[in-house]
């Protein structure tokens, strides 16, 4: 039996419709929406960061501040909503004033950019744990849900993937990074830009979307499963920086870093469909954010992922990661 | 330096005042309270409970999923709101079916008993965590906050105070308990009861209430705090169960009855204040909701809690239950 991991565990156990007609979305996307005011619905997500899984004993506590919430903040993105309030609970093995306040200093510093309040939460001794609940609105109707995703529609990616996790297997000994590159895949693993302004923007332009937090492979594979099609990607389009692309290139770490690339998590971009005739308005969007939007593929109606390479040959395809799988 | 353990903690790191007009109550209640639309106030509340701090290992999966939610719960019941939608997130040891089954049984229950629709959540591996967070609802300026108790209010308590944490001493040895007590100790313990009703029906009646997590003294002392005031409490007036009753009266069980009733935690009774010209509405309500209200003493001008015994001394107050002591 294929119990399906955490995802399968998830829709087993705690995926129950709700009887409540305010429930517009409920588990199984990036948030979850529901309408408490006529004209505006509520956005929420909550994610969970354990020592030892999610970072490493020791790990910098501003780092840490930063990035629970920014994982937050990429699942609003990924809803095209705008962030509005914050909830911290924290086990933590020790009262240390000292982490604590880098770990607020990090945590404030990304909530007064995006302007997002903290409004409560809860402290208790433990193993070090963070959990944070996202709060968010968005018009009416108006959520980029990841069901939309019709064919003929073109997938793209914003910035780059597969950074964090080759970061991550640079400090593991698992492939050989130039130094010049290894400081700037750390910051990608350590704090995460989530693309709030850009989700945004893609209300109304995007018919799915979803943040690249299990991978392209995996998440496009939500995508696809919730829209009931299946999609066709270039290899060689796959947004990348140079310092990943030179792990590509080079024969010991190229099986690594194209994981990191098909499979790597921990990147936050997003990842969206759009109607072909949106194409020229994405390039003025991504001009007006700053951020590069790159057209990787396109949805097909046959079910199912294919990444194709240069040649045209699909790839095997490196497993999504799961944390129970 | 009194660091104030973990409420000194949360107020040196994370309680600053929000930019955002919509925060209208922040970081310091049982929940936060923010106006997203005309006429309504959103309440949000979090709470985390850890495998070894909150219970042990091994402890009934069905009852950990009814009390996760109990607790939440009961942080609205205290606000005098309608409870909504859940998220909860959760780190496993392991994708242990037969546990989560029974686990979400427990939550559901609860869940649906009150009409709460459980909307989002995280799953990872990790050393077992449960964190709820909820969101409520309650008209504008109308939910009940900790710091509206005034001079010459009663003070009252709903139900029986202690006996979860008597449950608890009776299972460690620490407390002469008969068999026929022990189980209802136990269900105290480990499904407590939130008043989410009486909450609601206290709105416009209750100048300031909180829910009983923490034990009497502690928590009162957060009303008197946050309320600007002091109170003095009768002790023979403190309502107790018969088993709590039977422990007061032996001499081995006396001291830690005593400790259960005025600082024992996970109770989740609420305490209100009201003015005295609220009793016989209050009497009403309690036979309406069919939860017993006790009038313990009332609110003075001085600062600080005082219990005094049956001849009028003042007791020495045992300390609060907290995490960081």
Not at 142 to 161: E, F, H, K, Q, Y
Not at 162 to 184: K, Q, T
Not at 267 to 295: H, K, M, N, Q, W
Not at 310 to 322: S, V
């Amino acid at each position: 039996m294929d119990t399906g991991g955490e995802f399968g565990l998830i829709r087993r156990h705690f995926a129950r419709p709700s009887g409540d007609a305010a429930v517009t979305l409920g588990v199984g996307d990036d948030a979850a929406l529901v309408r408490i005011a006529p004209g505006m619905e509520l956005v929420l997500a909550v994610d969970m960061m354990v020592e030892g899984r999610h970072f490493l004993p020791g790990a910098d506590a501003e780092a840490l501040g930063h990035k629970i919430l920014a994982v937050n903040l990429s699942d609003i993105a990924a809803m095209g909503a705008r962030p509005r309030f914050a909830l911290l609970a924290g086990a933590l093995p020790d009262a240390d004033d000292r982490w604590l306040e880098a770990f607020a200093r990090g945590l404030f510093a990304l909530a007064d950019a995006h302007g997002v309040s903290l409004v409560g939460g809860d402290t208790t001794r433990g193993p070090r744990n963070l959990c944070l609940t996202i709060a968010g609105e968005v018009p009416e109707g108006t959520a980029v849900r990841r069901s939309g995703a019709r064919v003929a529609d073109d997938v793209w990616v914003s910035g780059t993937l597969g950074d964090a996790m080759l970061g991550l297997a640079a400090i593991e000994g698992r492939a050989a990074v130039p130094d010049a590159h290894r400081a700037g895949l750390r910051q990608r693993l350590d704090r995460p830009v989530p693309r709030v302004a850009l989700g945004q923007r893609l209300r109304g332009i995007a018919t799915a979307m979803i943040d690249v937090s299990d991978g392209l492979v995996g998440d496009v594979g939500h995508v696809l499963q919730a829209s009931g099609v299946g999609a066709s990607i270039a290899l060689e389009a796959v947004p990348r920086s140079p310092a990943l692309d030179g792990a590509l290139r080079s024969s010991d770490s190229r099986q690594v870093a194209l994981d990191c690339l098909l499979a790597g998590g921990d990147d936050y971009e997003l990842c969206f469909t759009a109607p072909s005739a949106a194409r020229s308005r994405l390039g003025e969007i991504a001009r007006e954010v700053s951020v590069p939007l790159t057209r990787v593929g396109a949805i097909v109606a046959e079910a199912g992922l294919v990444v194709r390479d240069a040649h045209g040959r699909a790839l095997e395809l490196p497993r999504a990661f799961d944390h129970f799988a």
